[in-house]
């Protein structure tokens, strides 16, 4: 299996669930059997492209443990897709939906892709077609895809009527992160961005920092412009925003609404008048108080970590802080980190919401879904800093060891079949 998984954001992974099973002395097998992505598959997706030329994309899909529950993650559309950048975002699932107590295994899926250059009529018709391809590799008791980067609400739409079309009746428990008219939940949408800037304000309280708080995000799609736009109206004061166009920065603030505007309008940040260009790797090394990486893996990096000038780094991304920028931060107690698997866990926590709501046709006030998710955080932060500090280990690390004990726990419980 290891030659099909030859990518530096699986290393990464691995690097980081070895050094939390030599923690947690995991047995031999018990390591190898909680480590590798149980299933794995790879399909080819031929679209017939407005040009009336055939191209067929390479999808994926990985599930990655099976014994809590079925497999949840997103479907992720971006160019450098691949096996082994899938079963890491898979494998960091696992841990996320362990720690925050869902009757979850973690999933991811791609498509190697580049969503801008996709006409409307050709990414339905990509997604359509990787839906059929999964059809029985996904279910709703055994796996439910979700939006992650480059995929949003209509491409979840897609994915639910192909489904529902192979079923005959409607399925809108096989994808999370849909829209709220066709059985989606209130308050999915901005779940991960909220619930990063609902982290960040708690360690504001808990005294990690003085507000008012200047904040740089990395990152303006779901994510980084709900977590901008939360911790603006409790208060912040958004400094510089980057996305993959370039970055801008201000030192007395952005105007998001106008941002937002200028984004939809130009289809990035760059270029936004109200605000001065900067290099983007400059923009993660201003003066602030909260860095938010909410774009994509390793992206701080030993370098950055060294020059960073924020007191909380706030994961929004999946994976954008590699091991040797930990060992940098481990030397440098004044930055507080949320990492990603708590940080960003608001998509997967709500997501869950919606799955128990599909299946019981039943439905939550937004009230109901924010009051339920800001408690699983709150309990899971806690949790996060007795076991740092208890075991004298990074932030990182209490989140992982949780998780994967958690995940060891059931695979030891329930044995080996047959
Ligand atoms: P998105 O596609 O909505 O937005 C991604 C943003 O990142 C865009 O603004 C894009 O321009 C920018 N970007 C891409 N490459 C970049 C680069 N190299 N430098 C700077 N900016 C870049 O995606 P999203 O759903 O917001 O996901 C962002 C991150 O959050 C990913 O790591 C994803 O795995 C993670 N995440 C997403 C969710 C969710 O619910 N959507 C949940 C948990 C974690």
């Known amino acids: 299996m290891r030659f099909l998984l030859?990518?530096?954001?699986?290393?990464?992974?691995?690097?980081?669930?070895?050094?939390?099973?030599d923690l947690l002395e995991l047995p031999r097998a018990l390591r190898e059997r909680t480590k590798w992505p149980k299933r794995m598959v790879a399909v080819a997706v031929p679209v017939r492209m407005d040009s009336g030329e055939v191209s067929v994309f390479?999808?994926?899909?990985v599930q990655h443990h099976l014994s809590l529950g079925p497999t949840k993650g997103g479907i992720r559309y971006a160019?450098?897709?691949?096996?082994?950048?899938?079963?890491?975002?898979?494998?960091?699932m696992s841990w996320k939906c362990a720690l925050m107590g869902l009757p979850f295994?973690?999933?991811?899926?791609?498509?190697?892709?580049?969503?801008?250059?996709?006409?409307?009529?050709?990414?339905?018709?990509?997604?359509?077609?990787?839906?059929?391809?999964?059809?029985?590799?996904?279910?709703?008791?055994?796996?439910?895809?979700?939006?992650?980067?480059?995929?949003?609400?209509?491409?979840?739409?897609w994915m639910m009527d192909t489904y529902s079309n192979h079923a005959g009746y409607a399925v809108p428990e096989i994808v999370t992160g849909k829209p709220v008219s066709i059985g989606g939940s209130l308050g999915r949408?901005?779940?991960?961005?909220?619930?990063?800037?609902?982290?960040?304000?708690?360690?504001?309280?808990?005294?990690k920092l003085a507000s008012p708080v200047?904040?740089?995000?990395?990152?303006?799609?779901?994510?980084?412009?709900?977590?901008?736009?939360?911790?603006?109206?409790?208060?912040?004061?958004?400094?510089?925003?980057?996305?993959?166009?370039g970055a801008v920065y201000r030192s007395g603030g952005i105007d998001l609404a106008g941002l937002q505007q200028h984004v939809a309008r130009q289809g990035g940040v760059r270029g936004f008048p109200e605000a001065e260009p900067i290099d983007d790797r400059e923009i993660l090394l201003q003066p602030c108080d909260v860095l938010i990486p909410a774009a994509v893996e390793r992206v701080i990096t030993e370098d950055i970590a060294r020059k960073v000038q924020c007191r909380i780094l706030a994961e929004?991304?999946?994976?954008?802080?590699?091991?040797?920028?930990d060992e940098v931060l481990a030397e440098r107690p004044e930055i507080f980190v949320l990492p990603d698997i708590l940080c960003n866990a608001g998509?997967?926590?709500?997501?869950?919401?919606?799955?128990?709501?599909?299946?019981?046709?039943?439905?939550?006030?937004?009230?109901?879904?924010?009051?339920?998710?800001?408690?699983?955080?709150?309990?899971?932060?806690?949790?996060?800093?007795?076991?740092?500090?208890?075991?004298?280990?990074?932030?990182?690390?209490?989140?992982?060891?949780?998780?994967?004990?958690?995940?060891?726990?059931?695979?030891?419980?329930?044995?080996?079949?047959?």
């Open 6 to 21: 030859d990518n530096p954001t699986f290393a990464m992974a691995c690097r980081q669930f070895d050094q939390a099973a």
């Open 58 to 61: 390479n999808g994926y899909r």
């Open 79 to 92: 160019p450098g897709v691949d096996l082994g950048e899938v079963s890491a975002l898979a494998m960091w």
């Open 105 to 157: 295994g973690g999933a991811k899926g791609g498509v190697a892709c580049d969503p801008q250059m996709l006409s409307r009529r050709e990414c339905e018709a990509l997604t359509r077609r990787y839906t059929q391809e999964l059809i029985s590799f996904i279910g709703s008791r055994s796996d439910i895809p979700a939006p992650d980067l480059g995929t949003d609400e209509q491409i979840m739409a």
């Open 189 to 207: 949408r901005e779940a991960t961005g909220r619930g990063v800037a609902f982290l960040v304000n708690r360690a504001v309280e808990m005294g």
């Open 214 to 245: 200047r904040v740089i995000v990395q990152g303006f799609g779901n994510v980084g412009s709900h977590a901008a736009l939360e911790l603006a109206r409790t208060g912040a004061s958004i400094v510089g925003v980057s996305d993959r166009t």
């Open 316 to 325: 929004g991304a999946n994976g954008p802080t590699t091991p040797e920028a």
């Open 347 to 418: 998509g997967v926590v709500v997501s869950y919401f919606e799955w128990v709501q599909d299946l019981q046709s039943f439905f939550w006030s937004e009230r109901e879904v924010y009051d339920a998710l800001n408690r699983m955080l709150t309990d899971a932060l806690a949790k996060i800093l007795k076991r740092a500090e208890r075991e004298k280990v990074s932030t990182r690390m209490a989140a992982l060891m949780i998780g994967i004990e958690r995940v060891a726990a059931a695979k030891k419980l329930r044995g080996l079949f047959p």
